[in-house]
């Protein structure tokens, strides 16, 4: 069953640092999206991707944070400057069509702790 | 705007008895709403979905849940729980036509053996 994978599973950075989190979605999705939930908090939307642009994004995607599909199978989020806050777990998602007919899919999640 | 409260952050049930997680949601719209599951260290996984047809909507794993429009609540049952339903659940909604999915908090559901 297709399935949509992240990596790393679990990455560690100073803050500061920029971390570049990878999904793969699956091969025919066309929409992508990045989600992530801080400890104890909710499951939140970041941003959502179409035909190699952003179609909506939510106030949490600032500056920052940028999205990339580079080679047509990876589909990237990268933090430029990390700080303490982005400490999360960041799911990546994707769906064949858009709107509330189509289920979206999610991967396990990438765990990103920035000390 | 659309949101979801799940009124329990933790449930614990013996195997074999009924399972019953609470989700009430706010929307200005027709809310097409969700139930994920999430198991430790896997993807959140679709359960169920309404999107405006049966107000009972089933799901996988047995699992069923209930649109009532006057009451604004979707609940998740399920008649009889099993060892591996064990996992976090999301109540989830969004509006026709939109993109991002509206989580709720999340509830965990031990099962007892």
């Known amino acids: 069953e297709p399935e949509v994978t992240q990596t790393p599973s679990h990455q560690v950075t100073q803050m500061g640092q920029e971390v570049i989190l990878r999904c793969v979605p699956i091969?025919?999705?066309?929409?992508f999206y990045w989600y992530r939930q801080i400890l104890g908090q909710k499951v939140e939307f970041l941003v959502s991707?179409?035909?190699?642009?952003?179609?909506?994004k939510s106030e949490i995607f600032d500056d920052q944070f940028s999205v990339e599909r580079p080679d047509g199978s990876n589909f990237t989020l990268k933090i430029r400057s990390t700080k303490l806050e982005d400490s999360a777990m960041y799911f990546c998602?994707?769906?064949?069509?858009?709107?509330?007919?189509?289920?979206?899919?999610f991967g396990p999640g990438t765990r990103l702790t920035v000390l | 705007a659309q949101s979801v409260t799940q009124l329990d952050s933790h449930v614990s049930v013996s195997e074999g008895t009924p399972v019953l997680l609470r989700c009430n949601y706010s929307s200005s719209y027709s809310p097409s709403l969700f139930w994920y599951v999430q198991h430790p260290n896997k993807g959140l996984q679709l359960l169920l979905k309404y999107t405006s047809a049966a107000t009972l909507v089933k799901g996988i794993n047995g699992f069923e849940a209930e649109f009532k429009k006057s009451e604004t609540s979707f609940h998740l049952t399920k008649p009889s729980a099993h060892m591996s339903d064990a996992a976090e659940y999301f109540c989830?909604?969004?509006?026709?036509?939109?993109?991002?999915?509206?989580f709720g908090k999340g509830t965990r559901l031990s099962v007892i053996a």
């Open positions: 998602a994707s769906s064949a069509d858009r709107g509330s007919y189509n289920e979206q899919f």
């Open positions: 091969s025919n999705h066309l929409y």
């Open positions: 991707f179409y035909n190699n642009e952003i179609s909506e």
């Open positions: 989830v909604v969004i509006r026709a036509g939109n993109t991002p999915l509206v």
